[in-house]
């Protein structure tokens, strides 16, 4: 199973100081995180696409190609990757591009993002969201494995005997995960490509989180793609740590009340209790961690989020030293111990497809 962390590159006051980061800090700062993560031994690492501020990935394949030059061995992905507002041919062409710079490094996470002004920004309908992405990752799937593509669609300009370039690593198209909080088209797409589904498992209760992921599983055996338990899923989540769970609150309150998304609304106890949210020691982390697996069943990929909120870098790297010396280690072992033989536990990557082909054609 794999374990990683994911941002969305808010530049958030600090709410303990006072103090604001620049966006070149900002950006600098996530380079030295996906580092930390790498070091630590956490497999992924992954980064939103944003638009406007107060965010700053706006290009995940130049920060992501940047990270892949100085690491070896992360997963290299993203927690959204606008398949609404791109044009997947230039989707097709960057992502491949990363694959080869990385030596298949990478998979990517598409969804639909949740900025509404960036449809028109990009020339496009907010109301034309679910179409726009699926006829756009249906070409896109395309491209990435077809040599020649020719295809007419609503949304974009037609092509006649086109080829993306450069072509996936070894013919190997990078893994797509279908990212969704709530619609259930998105995780039939999923299903009916025999790709991942995410699910962002941050806002909403787990009653949700497993209306969706069953959904998800049922449709990828109805298209044949094998048993609604070997489906992909991935899941997010959020945690603070702290060696205990008293001082973790006490340190997080500030930042969970101010920030962005989630302050000023329920308190920091009701949203916990409501959502994924763990703030907590090690072993808290580790219990709430393994109960996804009771509402969603054995999954391949689960990643936190560690650096929202204005938490300050020190503090962001204190967070990946526990989650790789006390919490990761345990949950892979729990998380092993529990999954059938029968069930994958990771994700089809490159690596990975390339071997099983290999084996196939000696």
Same mark, same amino acid.
């Given at each position: 199973?794999?374990?990683?962390?994911?941002?969305?590159?808010?530049?958030?006051?600090?709410?303990?100081?006072?103090?604001?980061?620049?966006?070149?800090?900002?950006?600098? +700062?996530?380079?030295? /995180? *996906?580092?930390?993560?790498?070091?630590?031994?956490?497999?992924?690492?992954?980064?939103?696409?944003?638009?406007?501020?107060?965010?700053?990935?706006?290009?995940?394949?130049?920060?992501?190609?940047?990270?892949?030059? @100085?690491?070896?061995? #992360?997963?290299? $992905?993203?927690?959204?990757?606008?398949?609404?507002?791109?044009?997947?041919?230039?989707?097709?062409?960057?992502? *491949?591009?990363?694959?080869?710079?990385?030596?298949?490094?990478?998979?990517?996470?598409?969804?639909?993002?949740?900025?509404?002004?960036?449809?028109?920004?990009?020339?496009?309908?907010?109301?034309?969201?679910?179409?726009?992405? /699926?006829?756009?990752?249906?070409? #896109?799937?395309? #491209?990435?494995?077809?040599?020649?593509?020719?295809?007419?669609?609503?949304?974009?300009?037609?092509?006649?005997?086109?080829?993306?370039?450069?072509?996936?690593?070894?013919?190997?198209?990078?893994?797509?995960?279908?990212?969704?909080?709530?619609?259930?088209? /998105?995780?039939? %797409?999923?299903?009916?490509?025999?790709?991942?589904?995410?699910? +962002?498992?941050?806002?909403?209760?787990?009653?949700?989180?497993?209306?969706?992921?069953?959904?998800?599983? %049922? @449709?990828?055996?109805?298209?044949?793609?094998?048993?609604? =338990?070997?489906? /992909? &899923? !991935?899941?997010?989540? %959020?945690?603070?740590?702290?060696?205990?769970?008293?001082?973790?609150?006490?340190?997080?309150?500030?930042?969970?009340? +101010? *920030?962005? &998304?989630? !302050?000023?609304?329920?308190?920091?106890?009701?949203?916990?209790?409501?959502?994924?949210?763990?703030?907590? $020691?090690?072993?808290? &982390?580790?219990?709430?961690?393994?109960?996804?697996?009771?509402?969603?069943?054995?999954?391949?990929?689960?990643?936190?989020?560690?650096?929202?909120?204005?938490?300050?870098?020190?503090?962001?790297?204190?967070?990946?030293?526990?989650?790789? =010396?006390?919490?990761?280690?345990?949950? @892979?072992?729990?998380?092993?111990?529990?999954?059938? *033989?029968?069930?994958?536990?990771?994700?089809?990557?490159?690596?990975?497809?390339?071997?099983? @082909?290999?084996?196939?054609?000696?």
């Amino acid at each position: 199973m794999q374990f990683g962390i994911f941002t969305v590159g808010d530049v958030t006051t600090d709410p303990t100081t006072g103090r604001t980061p620049t966006e070149h800090e900002r950006i600098k +700062n996530t380079v030295a /995180i *996906a580092l930390k993560a790498e070091e630590v031994g956490l497999d992924v690492f992954a980064t939103g696409e944003h638009h406007n501020p107060p965010f700053v990935p706006s290009s995940p394949t130049t920060l992501l190609g940047h990270i892949a030059a @100085r690491t070896e061995n #992360l997963i290299l $992905s993203t927690s959204t990757t606008l398949i609404t507002t791109n044009d997947p041919v230039k989707i097709a062409e960057d992502y *491949a591009t990363l694959q080869h710079l990385a030596d298949g490094r990478v998979d990517l996470m598409t969804g639909r993002g949740n900025t509404g002004p960036v449809y028109p920004w990009f020339g496009q309908d907010i109301r034309q969201g679910i179409p726009l992405a /699926i006829e756009n990752y249906a070409l #896109l799937h395309r #491209l990435w494995r077809e040599d020649v593509v020719d295809w007419e669609g609503r949304f974009r300009s037609a092509l006649q005997g086109f080829t993306s370039t450069p072509r996936p690593l070894d013919g190997v198209p990078p893994f797509v995960w279908h990212g969704s909080i709530r619609s259930p088209e /998105i995780a039939e %797409q999923a299903a009916y490509y025999g790709d991942g589904f995410f699910a +962002n498992h941050i806002f909403w209760p787990k009653q949700h989180t497993e209306k969706m992921v069953r959904l998800y599983r %049922q @449709r990828y055996a109805h298209h044949g793609h094998g048993t609604p =338990e070997q489906a /992909i &899923v !991935g899941l997010g989540g %959020q945690v603070f740590l702290r060696k205990n769970s008293q001082d973790a609150v006490r340190e997080f309150r500030p930042y969970f009340d +101010n *920030a962005p &998304v989630y !302050g000023h609304g329920p308190s920091l106890e009701e949203f916990s209790r409501e959502t994924p949210l763990t703030v907590g $020691s090690p072993q808290e &982390v580790i219990e709430r961690t393994l109960s996804f697996r009771d509402y969603v069943g054995d999954y391949q990929r689960q990643l936190f989020l560690v650096d929202h909120a204005g938490l300050p870098l020190k503090t962001v790297l204190e967070q990946l030293d526990i989650l790789g =010396e006390e919490v990761v280690p345990v949950l @892979r072992k729990e998380f092993a111990n529990l999954r059938p *033989a029968d069930v994958p536990a990771t994700a089809p990557l490159h690596p990975a497809v390339l071997a099983a @082909r290999t084996d196939k054609e000696q």
